[in-house]
C-alpha cells in the first residue's frame, strides 16, 4: 500500500493537521511558514485559481534545482504537466480538497546516469477565508535521499506515477487510502485493468 515514506512527509501531515484544529481544512492564516522552515527548499505552493489553473506561487530551492534551476513562478502547473498526466493531477488536486484529505504519490523520474529514482510529492489543501484562492502546500522529496543526476523534465512523457494514497486526517489518525481502491472514473487515463 502507497503512503508517505520520508520522515520529513510524515512531520508536514503533522503540521498540517495542527494548523487545521478542528476545522475541516486549515486556513491560509493558519499556516505559520516559521514552523516550516526545515522543509523550505522542499516546498512548493499553488494558487487554485480554477479547475484548469493550478498558479505556481512559490518553490523551494531544492524543487527549482530538480527542475534544471528554471523560475516556473507564475506559470500554470498544468502547461508544464505531460498530457497523459494532466487530468490525474486535476483529480487529485480535486479530491484533495473534496474530502479534506492529503495526496501522496510517489513518480519514477528518469536520472541522466540511467536509473529511475523515486520520488515523493505530498500535497496539502489550504482553504481561503478571505476570497482569495485556495491553495496547495506540497513537498517534493527523493526517497532515498538527494541526487544531483535525477532531473524532472518538463512536460515529460518518462515521468510516471508509481503509487498514489489519500490520507485522511480528520478522524484523528492517518488512515491511508490506497488510490488503486477508488473508481477507475476517479483517474481519467487510469487503466483499466479489465480491458
Not at 487530468?87 to 495526496?103: H, S
Not at 523520474?109 to 491553495?135: A, D, H, I, W, Y
Request: hydrophobic share 40%; with cysteine; glycine share 8%.
Amino acid at each position: 500500500m502507497a503512503g508517505p515514506e520520508r520522515a520529513e512527509s510524515r512531520l508536514m501531515l503533522k503540521h498540517w493537521r495542527r494548523f487545521r484544529g478542528d476545522k475541516r481544512l486549515p486556513f491560509r492564516e493558519d499556516i505559520r511558514l516559521g514552523d516550516l522552515t526545515e522543509f523550505t527548499p522542499h516546498i512548493f505552493v499553488l494558487d487554485i485559481e480554477g479547475d484548469d489553473r493550478f498558479i505556481i506561487r512559490r518553490l523551494g530551492s531544492a524543487v527549482v534545482e530538480r527542475f534544471g534551476g528554471l523560475e516556473l513562478t507564475g506559470v500554470n502547473l498544468l502547461d508544464l504537466t505531460h498530457p497523459a498526466l494532466r487530468d490525474r493531477v486535476i483529480a487529485r488536486v480535486r479530491m484533495i480538497f473534496e474530502f479534506g484529505y492529503a495526496a501522496c504519490t510517489h513518480m519514477g523520474v528518469p536520472s541522466m546516469n540511467g536509473r529511475v529514482k523515486r520520488s515523493e510529492n505530498l500535497m496539502l489543501p489550504v482553504e481561503s477565508s478571505t476570497g482569495e484562492f485556495r491553495q496547495v502546500f506540497g513537498t517534493l522529496y527523493y526517497v532515498d535521499g538527494p541526487d544531483e543526476t535525477a532531473l524532472h523534465t518538463l512536460n515529460s512523457q518518462a515521468v510516471a506515477v508509481v503509487d498514489e494514497s489519500f490520507i485522511d486526517l480528520g478522524s484523528g489518525y492517518a488512515a491511508i487510502i490506497d488510490a488503486s481502491e477508488l473508481p477507475l472514473s476517479a483517474f481519467p487515463g487510469k487503466p483499466n485493468p479489465e480491458t
